[in-house]
């Protein structure tokens, strides 16, 4: 079964203002997701982030700091091994390499920055080696009016 990997290239918002929709989505869909952050900075930030992103909305989440990461739907780690809330999806806000990894239904990256950034740089270089390895890779960028557009 090949892996579909989905790589996110925000241009217009960052992570942090895209992030709760995507996580939102997910959990209404009745999936559990695992969202890899770069550093434990990241992953508080967008802990408080997905609490208070909307008055409307609601995704029940934790960190691996917090107690009982099993019962959480979204959990947010900076281990792709911190598997305790059986996530079906992966969502990648960092360089983490998956090729040795089949725990997931879905794997996500999502980045951030210009044509010229290193995480961009890096994002493509990943993309093409997935795709040289035979994954079905699948590449979507958010424009300046808020749109996804297949690239």
């Known amino acids: 079964m090949t ?4 790589f996110y290239h925000l241009t217009s918002k960052p992570i942090e203002k895209t992030l709760p929709n995507l996580a939102f989505k997910i959990f209404e869909s009745g999936q559990r997701a695992l969202i890899l952050c770069k550093d434990e900075n ?11 992103f909307s008055t409307k909305k609601f995704i029940p989440h934790g960190s691996m700091k917090d107690e009982s990461p099993e ?9 792709i091994g911190d598997l305790h809330n059986s996530p079906e999806i992966v969502i990648i806000l960092n360089e983490q390499d ?6 997931f239904k879905k794997y996500s990256y999502m980045f951030y920055g210009n044509e010229n950034d290193a995480e961009v740089i890096s994002a493509r270089k ?12 699948k590449s979507w960028t958010l424009d300046k009016k808020e749109n996804w557009v297949k690239v």
């Open 42 to 52: 990241q992953m508080d930030e967008l802990n408080h982030i997905l609490w208070s």
């Open 126 to 137: 990943l993309m093409k080696s997935y795709s040289n390895a035979g994954y079905s890779v």
């Open 98 to 103: 998956i090729q040795d990894n089949s725990s």
């Open 71 to 79: 019962l959480q739907p979204v959990l947010l780690s900076t281990n």
């Open 3 to 6: 892996k579909d990997i989905t």
